[in-house]
């Protein structure tokens, strides 16, 4: 009976443990157009006729610019936007850290995710439900065929049951830039967890609030797809250029001592 209440009481504080809970790590988008924007989707009347992605802001730089008077003043192709645009995830407390948030429009978000222990094994879960939200630093900066900038950043990653409709996860990515918005509802995921460790990759489809905004949609339907993104925690650690120098010198000793040792034979 002892044997049985100790084991119990094991497993208990196994589960416990074993609860997920982010540290760090990165969120990337890919754009499947991001030079038209408007490129395969359904549009409506009012929908603009130009629409492109203009600059990204990475954490490094995002932090430099604390209202967002500053950031829709930076001309076109100041930070051009590489194929793959990468949010770090924020700390879960923002203080002193120097991430802008909470004056000029800035708001960035703190990390709170935490999962139940249940779902600490998955392995490509097409269904993933937590707790909280993914804090992400980093703005993306659109323009068109309109006057003035369109900003979109300070996101947090969170999910709504309500927002889960079967075709969408319930998985959101909201704007906080000057007001909080669904910029994007996410589909087709995959999840795989090892206890604190998470990937998590899946499709951004423009939600029902911007395709209305952006694409002239009647607000209750999707314009289309925007792109994927994958988000990985903790964060993978870069290699560094040493190591890589060092495994390609050893390689080539490696080589030189089997084309040495290939001669010696052949001579003798």
């Known amino acids: 009976m002892r044997q049985t209440v100790l084991a119990a009481a094991a497993l208990t504080l196994a589960n416990v443990a074993s609860a997920g809970v982010l540290h760090g790590g990165t969120f990337s988008v ?3 157009h991001p030079e038209n924007l408007l490129e395969g989707l359904t549009l409506g009347p009012g929908a603009f006729g130009e629409f492109y992605v203009a600059n990204f802001l990475p ?3 995002a932090d430099t610019y604390p209202t967002m008077a500053e950031v829709i003043a930076i001309p076109t192709n100041t930070y051009p936007a590489p194929p793959t645009l990468e949010y770090a995830v924020n700390p879960a407390d923002l203080t002193g850290t120097g991430i802008p948030t909470g004056s000029g429009g800035r708001a960035n978000k703190p990390t709170t995710l935490t999962w139940d222990a249940s779902q600490d094994a998955l392995v490509d879960s097409s269904t993933f439900v937590a707790t909280g939200q993914v804090g992400l630093n980093g703005i993306v900066m659109t323009r068109g ?5 369109l900003t979109s950043g300070d996101y947090s990653f ?3 049951a309500n927002r889960n409709d079967g075709v969408n996860s319930g998985w959101t990515l909201w704007n906080n830039n000057s007001f909080r918005s669904s910029t ?4 087709n995921i995959s999840v795989t967890t090892n206890g604190d460790e998470l990937l998590f990759t899946g499709e951004l489809w423009w939600s029902t609030n911007s395709s209305a905004f952006f694409y ?9 797809r925007a792109g994927t993104f994958t988000f990985v925690s903790p964060a993978p650690v870069p290699v560094p250029a040493a190591v890589w120098l060092f495994g390609s010198g050893l390689f080539g000793l490696l080589a030189g001592a089997r084309r040495k040792a290939q001669q010696a034979a052949l001579s003798a």
Do not use: I, M
């Open 30 to 32: 890919t754009y499947d």
């Open 59 to 61: 954490k490094a730089v």
């Open 145 to 149: 065929d309109f006057n003035g900038t």
């Open 158 to 160: 969170e999910y709504n």
């Open 184 to 187: 994007f509802d996410t589909r």
């Open 216 to 224: 002239g949609g009647d607000g209750s339907t999707s314009a289309g």
